[in-house]
């Protein structure tokens, strides 16, 4: 089990910033690949950014890819999201999620946070 905790969200106006963090709790965050996810109401969850287990690599949605950055600190075993450039189109329940495989890209994740809500008003 990898608790995840994840904090930041908001009301932002479009065009604003917001950082997301997800803390992650035991010894072993270091060993996880990290993903971000949302889904907005009535819509399927998407895939949003993801992390490699050293924080060597990344990989984004098209939708948010120049706007959004994930970065990690094993130190802290915190993951983050910094959001720039928001627009109403982004607003959703942000998850953060782990899985211990090498890939980051269409990969099944293991542990979900409970999300937070990100609102954009235009």
């Known amino acids: 089990q990898v608790p995840l905790v994840e904090s930041g969200g908001g009301l932002v106006q479009a065009g604003g910033s917001l950082r997301l963090s997800c803390a992650a709790s035991g010894r072993t965050f270091s060993s996880y690949a990290m993903g971000w996810f949302r889904q907005a109401p009535g819509k399927e969850r998407e895939f949003v950014a993801a992390?490699?287990?050293?924080?060597?690599?990344?990989y984004y949605a098209d939708s948010v890819k120049g706007r959004f950055t994930i970065s990690r600190d094993n130190a802290k075993n915190t993951v983050y999201l910094q959001m720039n450039s928001l627009k109403p189109e982004d607003t959703a329940v942000y998850y953060c999620?782990?899985?211990?495989?090498?890939?980051?890209?269409?990969?099944?994740?293991?542990?979900w946070g409970q999300g937070t809500q990100v609102t954009v008003s235009s």
């Open positions: 999620a782990a899985q211990p495989r090498g890939s980051i890209v269409s990969v099944r994740y293991d542990y």
């Open positions: 992390i490699t287990r050293n924080g060597g690599n990344t």
